[in-house]
Each structure stands twice: as C-alpha cells, then as structure tokens.
C-alpha cells in the first residue's frame, strides 16, 4: 500500500494545477469545493464548517474537531444507560504543487476509549462486534484512526477536474457524505439505525479512488477492502483490494448535493458468510440565512446478501434548523429493515423486522470555551415496530439523550 502511495503521489505531481484558496475556506471555484467530510464525499458547497485555519509558508492547514460528552437512557426490557462520549478530529494540510492542489488528510477519534465495553446502547441498531459476539441494540464506537489519506485535484479546465485519493484507511466513493460529518446530522451524536445500510463504508482499508468532475456532474470510482474494521479500534488494518464501487454525483447549486452510488463488498460481517452489494441514492440540501441555516437530508440505502438471498432497505429523512445563532432543532425519521435483532437459535433469529424511529432535539449555544462552540442538547427517539417485538421490547421504548456538544471554531 505504501508503494502505491508513493507512485500515486508521484503522478500526481505531474498533474496538479494552481488551485485558487478560496477552495480553503470549503466552498469552490471551479464547482470543486474542499470539504471536511471524509473521503471524497460532500455537503452542499454551502454547507457551515466549523474549522480553524492556519498558514506556514505555503501551506494551508485545517483543523476541525467535534465532541459530544453525555448520556444516554432506554427504556424497555432491551434499554441499557449509559454515559460515554463520541467524538473525532480531523486535520488537513493542503500546498500547490505543480500546478494543482495536493492535500494529506487524517481524522482520528479516541472512541475506544470514551466509550467503554466496545459498544452504547443503542434500541434496534444491529452490525459488527462486540468480545466475539454480534452487536445487538447497540453502537459500535470508531477507530483512532478513521482515516490517513493523500488528496489531490487537478483542474483540467475552468469547469472539469480530476481528483486522485489513496488511504491505508478511508472512505471510499459509496453512500453519501457519512453521519458524523452530515450537515443535517450536526447535532445527532447517535448514529442512525440505518447506517449499515447507508453509510457504514465510511471506515474502510486500503482505499483508491479516481474521479472527474465536469461542471454540475461526478463521477467517481473506488476500490478497497471490503471487510468492516475489526475489535481492535486502535490499530491499523490491513487487506487487500477486492471491493469495489461507483457514484455518481450531481450538484446544481451551492445548496445541492445529491448523488447515486452502488458498491460490492467482500466478506464485509466477520461473523456472516457471503459478500454484499450495496445500493444508495440521496439528495442533501443546506439553505444559509441570516443567523443561522437549515440542512436536510433524504436518504435510501439497500442491502443485498448474497448469502441467503436477503434485501434489506433503510429510508432516512434528517434535517437540522439553526436560528438565532443559537438555537438547533434537530429532526430525524428512520424506516429500516433489521435481521440481526436475534442471536443465532433464538425463536425469531434471522427474521426480518421493519423498525420505525422518530427523533426530535434542542440544542442551544453557551459560552464556555475560547475557539470551541459549547452546545447543551437534547433530544428523544420513539420507535414503532411489529407485534412479534413486542415482548422483547416493551409496548412503547423510548430513548433520551442529553449532552454536551464541543466543537472547534476559527
């Protein structure tokens, strides 16, 4: 992987071209923006980031960092409490070079150890493990390292570009723009129940992407590991390429951003035989005002085993209103289908359940911190889903958040 690297970075010295800066403060030129999410996904160009810059020479920096430090609590025979913090940081140092913009990225978290026993509870939320055993009615935490990347694009003209992307770890071109850097998720510290559906890529190893962009239109190419990153959080993994995707992305204006994407993945569950292919499609849409902004996402994302034969589809609606400069309210509306809600023997094991989730939330402001923007938040999920459930999980669950919401400023 490091000699791919190297040759990778070499081409792309030959291809760069002068990138004006204003792609630093995360918005574009050229309908090239330079954004904080990870890989070579993107918010609308319009998107709010959050971000200190800084300069030495002639490279530019980006610092971005993001902390939420609360608990959570469950009701229902299945509810567990908790209190932990998720949380990454993510840096980027950016130089012309030979005529284009060439960029090393990383983004590290310190989930594994803020969130301790591998997991937070999490009602109906199923992928990955936990000591061996399949993660049920809850949350696996990030690895330190969630991505190590080199980056760059190169105009071919005032309205096409390229963009070449290596990483031992990353996030390949499949799904849109994952929920932890989701503009209309900003204020969501859970992840949604359908993110082995949508967006769970975002971790992946041995990362290579090539991709074009020509006016409002991308198209980007991926292959990568496919399996999803083992119990270890603090390590590096390793694997060779035998993924792949593709997506297709399409921006007409600096508020829009929607693309369509397929993928297939390689043995991704260590405990599933068989590999997956992965469809999605999503439209993102962020409006700026005065004082503030509203950022919403639709979302589908399909699964297809092809062990067994099962489809599985999860349906996302999110939005996120900031007024007063303030003031959040936060919304997000889940309809997914779950086949990992019992352990193997169980009577319902390997049944397919469609699972409703309903979310509402408050955050507002307080000064606390200089460079950091300290948040007090709340919010509550409720959740419908079929009888056959109903003795595991009580006639009504319910999940409350509070936390507190840290997160860099220039």
Same mark, same amino acid.
């Given at each position: ?39 070579? +996904? ?63 990225? +990383? ?76 503009? +209309? ?226």
């Amino acid at each position: 992987m490091l000699r791919l690297i190297v040759a990778a970075a070499a081409t792309a010295s030959a291809l760069l071209a002068q990138h004006d800066m204003s792609h630093m403060a995360g918005m574009s030129d050229t309908k090239m923006p330079m954004t904080f999410a990870s890989g070579t +996904s993107r918010n609308p160009a319009s998107s709010p980031e959050a971000m200190i810059h800084l300069k030495a020479g002639s490279w530019m920096f980006m610092l971005h960092g993001l902390a939420f430090v609360g608990g959570v609590q469950q009701t229902g025979p299945r509810g567990g409490d908790k209190f932990m913090s998720a949380n990454w940081f993510m840096a980027e140092a950016s130089h012309s070079l030979a005529g284009g913009t060439f960029a090393v990225r +990383s983004m590290l978290s310190l989930d594994p150890a803020t969130i301790t026993g591998r997991r937070y509870p999490e009602l109906f939320q199923t992928g990955e493990t936990a000591f061996g055993s399949p993660i049920i009615d809850g949350q696996h935490p990030h690895n330190l390292f969630m991505e190590l990347a080199l980056r760059y694009t190169h105009p071919i003209s005032e309205a096409s570009s390229v963009t070449f992307y290596v990483a031992p770890v990353g996030d390949p071109a499949l799904g849109p723009v994952a929920f932890p850097h989701r503009a +209309s998720a900003a204020e969501l510290p859970q992840a949604p129940l359908g993110h082995h559906l949508e967006d769970s890529t975002h971790i992946s190893d041995e990362v290579v992407t090539a991709a074009v962009r020509y006016r409002v239109l991308g198209l980007e190419v991926s292959g990568f590991h496919g399996a999803e990153p083992g119990e270890n959080r603090w390590i590096i993994q390793t694997g060779g390429i035998d993924s792949y995707s593709a997506r297709l992305t399409f921006a007409p204006g600096p508020n829009w951003e929607a693309q369509v994407s397929a993928g297939r993945l390689a043995h991704p569950e260590a405990l599933e035989p068989g590999d997956q292919t992965r469809v999605t499609a999503s439209v993102s849409y962020n409006r700026p005002y005065a004082h503030g902004n509203w950022a919403s996402t639709l979302l589908w994302g399909r699964v297809h085993k092809t062990e067994g034969g099962a489809n599985l589809n999860g349906y996302l609606a999110e939005t996120m209103a900031r007024f007063r400069d303030a003031n959040y309210l936060t919304g997000r509306i889940e309809l997914d289908d779950k086949d990992e809600l019992f352990r193997e023997g169980e009577p319902l094991s390997g049944r397919v359940f469609r699972i409703a989730a309903y979310t509402a939330g408050y955050t507002r402001d307080i000064p606390l911190l200089p460079h950091i923007t300290t948040g007090l938040g709340a919010n509550f999920t409720l959740y419908t889903m079929p009888d056959a459930l109903r003795p595991s999980y009580g006639e009504h669950p319910v999940a409350v958040w509070m936390f507190l919401r840290f997160r860099l400023r220039g």
